[in-house]
């Protein structure tokens, strides 16, 4: 059996990101939590586990790693009111909502953009896509005038009860999308019954 020293060790290691790369479970969460830390790490990416938005207090629900083939592409975290664990839930959570995205690999900022916007197009019921077109627009211009993400580098997007969605690149303001439906149209990019990354779609719902 492992002494208390060995464990102590062993739970550091499991916060510091140092064994695990999958998508940080409910479990991993509670325990950090519990430790009194004020972040959950996931590959390195340090997660507030509450922030302030729209005066609003939000919580972290769940977060993991978007990985394509064998590379680890960028950290991701999901923050609401309240915890939710389904798909169905996150679309119809009230009031302010983010996701937090940042970033472990240098990415081509274009290609992510179309690749978004190409699991949005799997996942959506056509109306509901084409309500968002103008948004999704919007969303790829802006990655393409980007380029690239750098390691490092990091979007957020918020949904703002009255506002619409806010796109902030490096924590300024890079768009606003008035359409109310773009924000839940986006997270059908993560949450639809073919997301771009089901491992990461199971860390955002708080699992493993």
């Known amino acids: 059996m492992l002494n208390s020293l060995c464990l102590q060790r062993l739970a550091l290691l499991v916060f510091s990101g140092s064994l695990f790369v999958l998508p940080v479970s409910g479990r991993a969460q509670n325990a950090a939590q519990g430790s009194g830390l004020a972040t959950v790490t996931v590959e390195g990416v340090a997660f507030e586990k509450e922030i302030q938005l729209a005066g609003t207090t939000l919580k972290l629900n769940g977060a993991g790693i978007r990985t394509k083939f064998v590379f680890k ?119 639809g019954d073919r997301p771009a990354d089901a491992k990461l779609k199971a860390g955002l719902l708080g699992g493993s």
């Open 73 to 191: 592409i960028y950290a991701a975290g999901l923050y609401l009111q309240g915890p939710v664990s389904t798909s169905a839930d996150v679309y119809a959570a009230k009031g302010p909502k983010r996701l937090k995205v940042s970033f472990v690999r240098e990415t081509d900022a274009t290609t992510l953009g179309k690749t978004m916007s190409q699991v949005m197009s799997d996942n959506l019921p056509r109306e509901q896509f084409g309500k968002c077109i103008p948004g999704i627009a919007k969303l790829g211009e802006l990655f393409a005038e980007k380029k690239k993400m750098a390691v490092g580098e990091s979007f957020t997007v918020d949904d703002i009860p009255g506002k619409g969605t806010v796109v902030s690149i490096n924590n300024k303001v890079a768009a606003e999308i008035g359409e109310p439906e773009f924000f839940n149209c986006l997270m059908y990019n993560y949450f």
